[in-house]
């Protein structure tokens, strides 16, 4: 009995280790549609260098990078997750009001150079002076890195 429970473990352990990290290129057109209308929407003169579909026994993604290495993160749905602009900056339109107002009050020299929304409805920015600023869901300012 303990071989036969030993067997199906390692055949499950082998299993989810191919299924990890699979990672595939794949056309702009393959993204989901709420994905194709961000990137026409706010990078619609970008140059796209690779998009690719994650996946892994319990989730989906997509990332999409572009050839001047900004990139988009985007969920099984087609909603963004991370915006990573290294160059511009984020987009103004993609960031909320709330957390624009509190940029520009306290921090008016730098632009956001990075969002990610957090799961838990949250988000995480990081500025051009290198500071890493975390909001929660109702956009209050919870820890502020340096």
């Known amino acids: 009995m303990k071989k036969l429970v030993l067997l199906f473990v ?8 191919t299924m990890a990290d699979n990672d595939k290129p794949i056309p702009v057109t393959q993204l989901p549609a709420k994905a194709q ?6 990078f619609k003169n970008s140059k796209v260098a690779l998009s690719k579909q994650e996946s892994d026994l319990f989730y989906k993604s997509y990332d999409v990078v ?37 940029v520009s009050t ?4 730098t632009q956001v150079m990075q969002i990610e929304r ?16 975390t909001f929660n869901k109702n956009l209050q300012v919870i820890d502020i890195d340096d």
């Open 10 to 17: 390692c055949m499950f352990a082998v299993s989810t280790m």
């Open 37 to 42: 209308t961000f990137l026409q929407t706010y």
């Open 66 to 102: 572009f050839t001047n290495g900004e990139e988009v993160e985007f969920d099984k749905s087609g909603e963004w997750t991370e915006v990573n602009c290294r160059i511009n900056g984020v987009p103004n339109s993609i960031i909320p009001e709330a957390i624009k107002n509190y």
């Open 106 to 109: 306290n921090y008016p020299d």
């Open 118 to 133: 957090e799961s838990r409805g949250g988000y995480e920015i990081k500025l051009s002076n290198r500071l890493e600023i």
